[in-house]
């Protein structure tokens, strides 16, 4: 029984700890905010420790996969839906990363965490380069990659590499800012953010054109349709974040003065939280088709609803505290609950999907 789990174990579970991850730094974030709310805090630190548990729990047969059944690795990299979900895995090292820089030090200490997130962040860029490289090389080459094939999970790969200068940012807040490690950390999160940001326009285009011009995806993908809000919302929390890891560093930055150019970071920021709430808007509207022609089966894809909409509350918190307060407050607690009903209802639904054999069939 254990090599069939390890065998159909999929790319696709890392989205699992992804949407798990992220609540622990909402519920942060919430309790931040308001007074009332300082409650919150200590449920992000059990989801952090969730976080952690499943996190352990899936790298251990998604590591296996890869040595025992190879040939399964192949068939899911070549595919163009199951494939785009490898980041995830990598990504969850930077979201773990960001909960041990986060949450880590009331737990286990500063040092200890600040260390053990750094590490995640050089694990995490590593593993996220290396699959970005190589979903690209087949995407180019692979001669059965048609129009029909495109969906929004081809932005995973993008977002992924949108992830890292998150971490990178948060590092260079709390302890590596002074240290030899910072120019390092710093080129690879501007590396990061530059491949992420234009592969994001540049598959964008390509989905779009494909929802235009072609079919929209059957029903068991609309759920990646949700996936189109992560990466804009991820640019928002850097950009709020890198302010404040040039604030830690007294307003500049490897001899760059960062300060007068605040503002404007602000406002491009909320230019981008605008498009994030635009296309969840979008999102609802293409669900709400779905849901009425009857085709939204019960899928492990439903996974896709929980991280992106959680990036946006992240993003919405991050925001609220910069610039919009009175404005951004009600809807961050809003978005907040909305995404613990969400993660509730798709963990039930995993369950019956669970229930119905699916995670010993290879066509899951």
Not at 198 to 221: D, E
């Amino acid at each position: 029984m254990l090599k069939r789990i390890i065998k159909n174990f999929g790319p696709e579970w890392g989205a699992a700890v992804m949407g798990t991850a992220a609540l622990c730094i909402t519920m942060q974030l919430s309790s931040e905010v308001s007074r009332p709310f300082s409650p919150l805090l200590y449920v992000g630190l059990g989801f952090f420790l969730l976080t952690t548990v499943i996190f352990i729990l899936f790298l251990i047969p998604w590591t296996l996969r890869f040595f025992m059944y190879p040939e399964e690795i192949r068939k899911d990299l070549k595919n163009p839906v199951r494939g785009n979900f490898f980041p995830t895995i990598p990504i969850s090292f930077i979201l773990a990363g960001t909960g041990m820089n986060k949450l880590g030090p009331m737990l286990f200490g500063p040092w200890l965490s600040y260390h053990l997130s750094i590490i995640f962040f050089f694990l995490g860029a590593a593993g996220i380069f290396t699959f970005g490289y190589i979903l690209t090389r087949i995407q180019f080459l692979h001669r059965e990659i048609h129009l029909e094939h495109a969906n929004f999970s081809w932005f995973i790969p993008p977002v992924s590499h949108l992830i890292i200068p998150v971490l990178g940012a948060c590092s260079m807040d709390v302890y590596w800012a002074q240290t030899s490690l910072a120019p390092v950390i710093f080129m690879i999160s501007m590396i990061a953010l530059g491949v992420g940001f234009f592969n994001f326009l540049f598959v964008g285009a390509a989905v779009w054109h494909r929802y235009i011009y072609h079919t929209i995806p059957q029903g068991r993908l609309a759920p990646t349709v949700m996936v189109g809000i992560a990466p804009t919302a991820i640019v928002v929390v850097f950009l709020i974040k890198f302010t404040e890891a040039i604030e830690a560093s007294h307003g500049s930055l490897f001899g760059i003065n960062f300060v007068s150019v605040f503002p404007l970071i602000k406002i491009i920021a909320s230019i981008f939280w605008g498009f994030s709430f635009w296309w969840l808007i979008l999102a609802v509207i293409l669900l709400t088709h779905y849901v009425k022609i009857k085709d939204h089966p019960l899928e492990f894809g439903w996974w896709a609803y929980t991280f992106p909409l959680e990036a946006f509350v992240v993003a919405t918190g991050l925001l609220a505290k910069s610039v919009a307060y009175q404005l951004l407050y009600p809807v961050l607690i809003t978005l907040n609950v909305l995404a613990v009903i969400v993660w509730v209802t798709v963990v039930f639904g995993t369950v019956k999907w669970l229930e119905r054999g699916a995670f010993f069939s290879a066509q899951h």
